[in-house]
């Protein structure tokens, strides 16, 4: 896990859904509460390349897991991220009700070769971040300020290297910015 270790059971995976860091790790980041154990570290992604993550980073397998603060600016040393696609919503298994978004970002170096990186970007909903601020009156957290983020770098073939799949949609929003690449016969 990288300069970041935790005292954690042996055999201890994480390997979270998208609903997971969304309400366990993203809302309890922008609460202020404490969250054990704390194995998700605060990051500013945008001065690291995506291959400079590793130690400073959550790793799991070829996946990087982070805090950041939410930023326009996605210039790093070597490149930048280019958001593909459009937001996707999350939603909770218990309730059906959208706990948040999902953005999809693809690396590229210099002025525009496109790596193999990708970073799915979580941030909590407004409809979410709405409904719980009314409830706390003694507190109003800052839900803009906080992002999660999942970091990996795919394989030529589109899969993950643990074997899960992606979902019709994700392959959709991966796909749309590789249309340039397909060519027609004359």
């Keep these: 896990m990288g300069d970041n270790n935790v005292n954690l059971p042996p055999g201890f995976r994480f390997y979270p859904t998208d609903e997971e860091l969304v309400v366990h790790f993203l809302h309890r980041k922008a609460e202020l509460l404490p969250c054990h154990p704390d194995v998700i570290p605060d990051l500013d992604l945008y001065p690291y390349d995506p291959w400079d993550l590793e130690g400073k980073a959550m790793a799991e397998g070829n996946k990087w897991y982070f805090y ?4 326009q600016s996605r ?7 280019q958001a593909i696609g459009i937001d996707e ?10 706990v948040g978004m999902k953005k999809y970002y693809a690396f590229y170096i210099g002025e525009g070769v496109k790596t193999n990186w ?3 970007e979580y941030r909590i909903s407004d ?6 601020s009314s409830r706390r009156r003694n507190s109003q957290p800052d839900y803009s300020k906080w992002v999660v983020c999942r970091v990996y770098e795919r394989n030529g073939d589109n899969d993950d290297d643990d074997g899960t799949e992606l979902s019709c949609l994700d392959e959709v929003f991966l796909s749309l910015d590789d249309l340039d690449e397909i060519s027609l016969p004359n």
Excluded: A, L
């Design 75 to 81: 210039i790093t040393g070597s490149g930048y991220w």
């Design 118 to 120: 990708i970073m799915q």
């Design 89 to 98: 919503p999350i939603y909770s298994t218990s309730s059906n009700q959208k």
């Design 68 to 71: 950041s603060r939410r930023t």
């Design 127 to 132: 409809s979410s971040s709405t409904s719980r």
